[in-house]
């Protein structure tokens, strides 16, 4: 069901309205203050993909629940978020009050007064209200490095991305941020720690982050030099993920990015994993390619036991199902890309890519390749 | 003449910021959100979307 135009003005939601707060995050790309807010929010829920409904516990930013796009759906996963969050916190209603009472006093021209009550709000607050007063009170300057120790989550953010931009050496405060209770900081640490000092990644510790973005984002810079030790981790990740002791919303993608990265850098523990996924012959998952791909740069490597794993790798022959469903150009273009991994792998091909997939085509490419590689 | 008025007409709808869909009591304020979630116990339901 389409998400705008059917399901969010269903007039069957309105007994939600006031049961859940609306939080409607749009990103232009305009890298504007708006976009800017809204860049933080997604990176907070770990959200990235578009259009996303999840259903979120406000104090913290975690996902309660991802809601599906039907009517019965989206009130089902209300009725799930709803019981599963905490009592309401009293402190915050009076702070609130007294938030509106300073605001009330600077409309009035009573700066003194409005000023003596927002310096009482505490670091601590669980609502930036303590932000707030200063932005109120004209205390905010550009960011510097010493905002990486702020109490609000955006100011260490943005000092970060200042630390990124200007390349300041790592320091202690800047690595402590890497696991910072704020998703949009983490991710900012770790794209301003891969790029100034990357040896000093824990890709252990990083890959088994709670938010994808931050998982992604480890990958992402590995991805520039070969790194054994990011590849071993990565074999950890991919046994982790397997046996659900890491958690990501878009696993498919993740395993892509660990793919890319075993094929860079990783070893004879990687051929074993990425030949188990790539013998799937999920045709219409672009994962498969990527292992393959990653078969064949290891087998160029001389890894063992690569070359011969793209063997197993081939699809079946192309069958009138296939057809049918318009399946079998992907079939047919995976079983071209294990047969260019094998020629990567090996430096040569025995054979050139038949003109059709069907039974007899395979068969002759697979004892060309079997007696090749022996 | 008319080529031009379509395209200042075409520019000027792509600048137009998009609205969130209507019927719900939508903020787009994630700090003002995030207090009124702490305030009352209600879940946040955040709809990511961009522009296409």
Known sequence: ?374 | MILLSSAILLLALQDKPKAPPKGPPWTTDPRAAKRESLRTGKPIFAYFTKTY
């Not at chain 1, 931009?165 to 998703?183: E, Q």
């Not at chain 1, 071209?336 to 025995?350: I, K, Y």
């Not at chain 1, 697979?366 to 090749?372: C, I, K, P, Y």
Request: net charge neutral; with cysteine; hydrophobic share 40%.
């Open chain 1, 1 to 374: 069901m389409p998400v705008e135009g059917q399901l969010l003005p269903s007039e069957e939601l309105k007994p939600l309205y006031e049961k859940v707060i609306w939080l409607w995050v749009y990103r232009s790309f305009k890298k504007d203050p708006g976009d800017l807010a809204a860049e933080r929010v997604m990176n907070r829920c770990g959200a990235s993909t578009y259009p996303q409904l999840l259903f979120i516990d406000g104090p913290s930013w975690t996902v309660l629940v991802e809601c599906g796009r039907s009517v019965a759906e989206f009130i089902k996963s209300a009725e799930n978020a709803i019981a599963r969050m905490k009592k309401p916190d009293p402190a915050v209603e009076r702070l609130l009050v007294k938030m509106n009472r300073a605001k009330t006093l600077l409309e009035g021209g009573k700066k003194d007064d409005a000023a003596a009550i927002l310096s009482e709000f505490k670091k601590n607050d669980p609502c930036e209200f303590f932000a707030e007063a200063r932005e109120l009170l004209g205390l905010v300057k550009p960011a510097s490095e010493e905002d990486l120790a702020d109490p609000d989550a955006d100011r260490r953010a943005d000092a970060l991305d200042l630390c990124l931009a200007k390349r300041v050496p790592i320091t202690k405060g800047a690595m402590a941020l890497l696991s910072d209770p704020d998703g949009d900081v983490r991710l900012r640490a770790v794209a301003y720690v891969a790029a100034v000092a990357p040896d000093r990644l824990d890709f252990k510790t990083l890959l088994a982050d709670p938010m994808d973005g931050v998982k992604f984002a480890v990958l992402d810079a590995g991805k520039s030099a070969p790194d054994p030790k990011l590849a071993k981790a990565g074999v950890d990740a991919w046994r982790d993920l397997d046996a659900g002791k890491i958690r990501s919303g878009n696993p498919n993608v993740l395993r892509m990015k660990l793919a890319e990265i075993l094929g860079l850098s990783g070893g004879e523990d990687a051929v074993p994993i990425l030949e188990a996924f790539a013998s799937r012959h999920e045709f219409l998952n672009g994962t498969t390619g990527a292992c393959v791909r990653s078969l064949g740069q290891l087998g160029k490597r001389k890894v063992k036991g690569a070359a011969a794993s793209l063997i197993n790798c081939f699809p079946p022959a192309v069958t009138p199902e296939m057809e049918k469903a318009k399946h079998a150009t992907h079939c047919i273009n995976l079983a071209r890309t294990v047969h260019a991994a094998l020629q990567d792998a090996c430096g040569e091909s025995p054979s050139p890519f038949p003109p059709a997939w069907k039974e007899d085509d395979r068969k002759q490419i697979l004892e060309a390749w079997t007696r090749h590689v022996k």
